[in-house]
């Protein structure tokens, strides 16, 4: 697909775009961090001065470095999936590898989804904070539930509109980052000492408090992993040149609110709201103006999250590791998707997120637990990959060291904000979680008591019901979607549904085998005619960002079929055959019921009866597939997992 392949030319639009979509969380994080350090070392009953500052800087810019810079920018942007970017993507790059892979996936994923409901709350009410300075008196929450709330109403109209003024708004959200602390910085030069990686390893090895002041650090690079998941939109050549000035800013941003704290270091109360060290670089004059930027900032930041989330759970769908939800694509352009159940579960989860914690302050303890997490499981599925790709032995065991070393550290630090809200994030994960694996081992179990038959054994039966007049016809051309992925075998209960249940005389049946390719954009079909005119089957093979909408792409290709004259669907009926008219279609979908003899263990057992509640509020196969009801008949088959030869019984003598 053309479209996918210029994302990643190096254009000046590109990296407009680019800033727009894909720094907002990161470039928000000036808001908060700095604050959130010093408030763990007064917690901790130490003081603000020059080595903790200088350190906590140092620790900032060398996370920005290791992290964000060399561990996503350089090396997790190199496995991208056909252009395509995030943990799902990734999952499907390896997952051929090994089985156990598909747990690190829903792990990251789940986590992900869950910083999703934060991102939007903390970035919001740390800007709206700022117009305290102004009107003290001001009450932050309505406001910021206002402006949340908003934003999830507009999801559904699609943000491509919006989407063009992002990229301005950022780049001029930037640059006064960097203008601000750039001003700042030319007070007391000497704080570029702060680059030296010595202040920020003295601060932790000298500091008892070094694992609570690491869970703030923290906090200035969690806009990291959206980088990767919006690879797709902009391509890696664009983030890669946008994040030199981003970084360079962020830094700029950084060094003046240590400047600045340095210089008010006697008066100065982290956990006082109208001296968060950001609001205080501009003179009181212009503050007014930068909350205004800062809650926009916000907005885009959260905006990007949330387009991300929608991403996630549709890539999660297509893997069979989410159930099945609605999901519609408000505007043409590439990658707008809009997943209405997702979208209204996050906006209750901020709102609730805001109302229970208040301030921004209060929020830090839940922000960040859930993203390492995700950071974690990202470097195992970078391990893999590199395994795969061939990379030296000796960097891929660098790369696992370094990177579970620091990511390790980062997670026993956050680990002490578990008690101050972390446990929200670590609970909402934790759901999501348990609804991605009993998606996932539910069909693992499913598919165990599917019995597949061959198909041959039944051609001659086939041919002879479909030439039958005494069975009443019950289609022209029927159609059952199978889970065979070979053309030789055909799952008993098909059979059944066409011989036994109320034989289905038809002119021609149809077999359709959706397959998810690793790849996102693959659209490939292929024919079998396993009787010749009586029985076809057609293989799809859909990459996992495609929308599977079974119905048009089997019309699509039954019409190709007719132009190329390797079918024929005239009506058989003598009135409509000799006015040339289509016979009519119907699909017949298998929908399995959960039994209640069954023979599973209690996990199995458990998983099963999760999984059926989460089925009945998932949308029906009939939906998910595309199809059109009015041509669909839905056949309950149980899914017994008890044969009659278990069942051991002895007849009475009369």
Known sequence: MSNH??????TAGGLLVTLGIVFGDIGTSPLYTLKAIFKSVVDSGQSVNEPVVLGALSCII????????????????????????????????VRKKAKWLVIPAIIGGAALLADGMITPSITVTSAIEGLKLKFPEVQVIPIV??????????????TNLVGKLFGPIMFFWFATLGTIGFLQVLHDPSIFKALSPYYAIHLLVTNPQALLILGGVFLCTTGAEALYSDLGHCGKNNIRVSWVFVKSMLILNYLGQGVWVLKNAQGYNPHDELSNPFFQLVPENLVLYLVILATTAAVIASQAMISGSFTLISEAVRLNLWPKVRINYPSVQKGQLYVPS????????????????????????????????????????????????KFPM???????????????????????????????TLLISMLLLSVMWTWYAARKIKNRFVKYVEIEDYYDIITELSNDASVPKYSSQLVYLTSANFKTEIESKI??????????????????????????YTMDYKVEFLIPGKLIRIDFKLGFRIEQRVNLLYRKVVEELVKNGEVDITSQYASLNKHKIAGD??????????????NLSFYEETIMDYY???????????????????????????????SPDDIEMHRLPV
């Open 394 to 424: 000796y960097l891929i065991v660098l790369f696992v060291i370094v990177y579970s070393g620091i990511e390790i550290a980062f997670l026993v630090g956050n680990m002490a904000k578990f008690i101050h809200g972390g446990w929200v």
């Open 5 to 10: 392949k210029n994302t990643n030319a190096l």
């Open 62 to 93: 060398w996370t920005l470095t290791l992290q964000t810079t060399i561990k996503y920018v350089i090396i997790t942007l190199r496995a991208d999936n056909k252009g395509e970017g995030g943990i799902f993507s990734l999952y499907s790059l």
């Open 612 to 642: 059926m509640i989460l089925k009945k509020l998932s949308l029906s196969e009939v939906t998910s597939f595309g199809l059109d009801s009015s041509y669909v008949d839905v056949e309950k088959v149980p899914l017994i997992f008890v």
């Open 342 to 389: 997702i979208n209204w579960l996050l906006c209750v989860g901020c709102i609730i997120i805001v109302l229970a914690f208040r301030r921004s302050d209060n929020m830090e303890g839940a922000y960040g637990l859930a993203i390492n997490l995700t950071f974690l499981m990202t470097t195992v599925l970078v391990a893999v990959y590199m395994l795969r790709k």
């Open 145 to 158: 539930i206002s402006i949340i709330a908003a934003l999830f109403i507009i999801q559904q109209f699609g």
């Open 495 to 520: 059979i059944y549904s066409i011989i036994q249940k109320e034989p289905k005389r038809a002119d021609v049946y149809w077999l359709v085998h959706v397959d998810v390719m690793d790849e996102p």
């Open 585 to 598: 279609f119907r699909f017949v979908l298998l929908e399995k019921t959960l039994s209640r003899f069954t």
